[in-house]
């Protein structure tokens, strides 16, 4: 099958690898110049997508791993074309939090106190007129590292930080939006969907966003997530949250995949935000747990057909492996490892398969090809691992990690390591059984 894949920062750019593995004859097409560089040698690249699509043709499978490209994405549908993605009123979910909410408590799902601003000195004005613990969130997900957890009842430190965002000329100057601190777990649901009906079962994650081990540090895209599938339609957290959204994600014609980011407590849950996209790094979580074909499965979301989708049962971990400038990005720092080589010949064969690129390049000459680090934003690679245990699972993970040579790497080694401390709320609240 002729697969298009087109992505905007590398999202789910290893995926592209894996189609091509599965035998699939696949184009690549990035869009953010500071990305382009990624994948060379790995997969075929071009340079337009659009001039590409005689070529892909209506039997073939268009795939957006971002967010942005709604219209377009709906437009293509219309004309015949197989696409796997969002579409403009899932991005619009995403991006526009304030709509978000909207719908969310159309379709019954609990809210908390949420605002958009387009003007920084607004909310800082706003704070002072309503003061209590405010949450700081931008609606770019590249923008994550400006997310601040506010600690005080009366705003201030959340005050001083927009402050320093106001005059800090390296940040742009884009919509934030603020929303009242809920106290609870954080933790997430997600699952497929056809345009139809959901597909496949149901993911229950836990994210890992502050940079250090014990939640400690800035607020990062993403370190580390833990988590599972599970086929029980009477999940508490599926029925509370995603199910109640099905009859929206009919109505928008929504086919990719889709995770709602909440909130539980003793009181209930509280959705923060949507993911109307692949996301990472869970996208490459579900490489390690799926067994169907990527080709033949996401061909099918895309065709609106149902699909049994084959994935191990287990707990499974994902690890972020960075590089500086990892996570303030290449214009809010000067250092920068692009060329560096890393090593991979001590992983096994099995180890390869759970090791996924993000900023990595091959460069090949007549004897021998030789990886990179071939970006300057510090998003190096990805390790998964799937287990009968969190335990066993995290350790897996790590062991690929430490075979690999990546100059200047970090990452955290705690990834699930808390869960069973929350195991008792979630029992009692509903949420694990």
Known sequence: MNILFISRECIAGNLAILL??????VKLFIENKHDRQNFDNLVEKVTSWK???KWVGKDGLIIFDDVGYGKTQDSLRKKGYRVFGG????DKLEKDREFGQEIF???GLKTVELKDFHDIEDAVFFIKNNPKKWVIKCNDHSSKFLT?????ECGKDTI???KNYFNNKHIDREKITLHERIEGVEMGVGRYFNGKDWVGPIEINFEHTKMFPDDVGPVTSEMGTLAWYE???NNKLFVEVLNKLKPYLQEIDFRGDFEMNCMVNEKGCFPLEATARLGTPIIHLHSELHISPWGEFMYAIANGDKYDLKYKKGLGIVNLVATPPFPYGKKHSKETLYGINIYLDRLSKDDLESFHFEGISMRVDKHHGQYF????EGYIAYTTAVADTVEEARQKSLGIIKKAVIPKSFYRNDIGKDFEKRLPDLKKWGYIK
């Open 148 to 152: 601040y957890i506010g600690e005080y």
């Open 51 to 53: 001039k590409e699509l």
């Open 105 to 107: 408590k159309k379709y």
């Open 231 to 233: 086929e029980d339609e």
């Open 373 to 376: 680090i071939s970006t300057d």
């Open 87 to 90: 579409c403009e009123m899932g």
């Open 20 to 25: 091509k593995k599965e035998g699939h004859d």
């Open 160 to 162: 001083s930080v927009l």
